[in-house]
Nanobody
Framework: QVQLVESGGGLVQAGGSLRLSCAAS????????MGWYRQAPGKQRELVAT???????VYANSLKGRFTIARDNAKNTVYLQMNSLKPEDTAVYYC?????????WGQGTQVTVSS
């Protein structure tokens, strides 16, 4: 069992930056990878970025160069640095963890980018 607590969402103007944080607790030593997904109203949840405990990363192609995922294994925390934000980045952002072939989700945090 893994619990995920997200923070850092909010309102920002186009071109601005935000950093999201996700802290994991519970059976943290079973976690193989963590990441971020997002879901806009009426759209399917989509991959933003993932990172393994070894540091391997995967990004959505459209977000490379603007978003950066990082993790602090000692703090059991993953971060998403979002730069040069665009209105189309507006969505609920969800933290994800994969542990022993089970997937866990945070509650989601709203990111709204104004034009």
């Amino acid at each position: 069992q893994v619990q995920l607590v997200e923070s850092g969402g909010g309102l920002v103007q186009a071109g601005g930056s935000l950093r999201l944080s996700c802290a994991a607790s519970g059976n943290i030593y079973s976690i193989n990878a963590m990441g971020w997904y997002r879901q806009a109203p009426g759209k399917q949840r989509e991959l933003v970025a993932t990172i393994t405990t070894g540091g391997s990363t995967v990004y959505a192609n459209s977000l490379k160069g603007r978003f950066t995922i990082a993790r602090d294994n000692a703090k059991n925390t993953v971060y998403l640095q979002m730069n040069s934000l665009k209105p189309e980045d507006t969505a609920v952002y969800y933290c994800n963890a994969e542990a022993s072939q089970h997937y866990y989700w945070g509650q989601g945090t709203q990111v709204t980018v104004s034009s």
